[in-house]
Antibody, heavy 115, light 110 residues
């Protein structure tokens, strides 16, 4: 079955960096677009980054553009997060994106940005 | 402020039906038949229950159904059960490799 397991979350100070990882199994990773989605109590769900099957097309929400970088390698998805802000505090989900733009989600990893 | 508008809450008695709306614009829900619905229990990841407006993934009971009219999509939960009491989110493709989400609806089974 489809499994997506995120890791790398934690507590970081404003201005700091974190790298999130997502290990994928149970499907042919290279056949799917992948995305990072975050969830906060205040702003709800936010589609923050997307990468195409070959990695040649990426998308970033304005809120993270220039600070976050999405990448993929064999059966893994990554999100490099730099210049973190308090408002980046959220649960970050890795998601497999289907051709119908529906998602299968991992269990999430909590990122807390606080001094 | 979420891009898609959902009512914050909905409720119904066991066995009844309840419908949750999801209102977007002509740039998302109104143009694309790529509306999805997710069920999220506390502390858990969202689970896909409807995709492409009205399709159910394998394993999702047929008590869950979806529809769309104009810029508004709807999720109907029939034969309400206690375990249906949780949060529901809609999403829609919005072009340019982006997806927008609703703010979520908390469903209460009375």
């Amino acid at each position: 079955q489809v499994q997506l397991v995120e890791s790398g979350g934690g507590l970081v100070k404003p201005g700091g960096s974190l790298r999130l990882s997502c290990a994928a199994s149970g499907f042919t990773f290279n056949d799917y677009y992948m995305s990072w989605i975050r969830q906060t109590p205040g702003k709800g769900l936010e589609w923050i980054s997307y990468i195409s099957t070959g990695g040649g097309v990426t998308y970033y929400a304005d809120s993270v553009k220039g600070r976050f970088t999405i990448s993929r390698a064999k059966d893994s998805l990554y999100l490099q997060m730099n210049s973190l802000r308090v408002e980046d505090t959220a649960v970050y989900y890795c998601a497999r994106v289907s051709s119908s733009w529906s998602c299968r989600w991992g269990q999430g990893t909590l990122v807390t940005v606080s001094s | 402020q979420s891009a898609l508008t959902q009512p914050p809450s909905a409720s119904g008695s066991p066995g009844q039906s309840v419908t949750i709306s999801c209102t977007g614009t002509s740039s998302d829900v109104g143009t694309y038949n790529f509306v999805s619905w997710y069920q999220q229990h506390p502390g858990k990841a969202p689970k896909l229950i409807i995709y492409e407006v009205d399709k159910r993934p394998s394993g999702v009971p047929d008590r869950f159904s979806g529809s769309k009219s104009g810029n508004t999509a709807s999720l109907t939960v029939s034969g309400l059960q206690a375990d249906d009491e949780t949060d529901y989110y809609c999403s829609s493709y919005a072009g340019s490799n982006t997806v927008v989400f609703g703010g979520g609806t908390k469903l209460t089974v009375l």
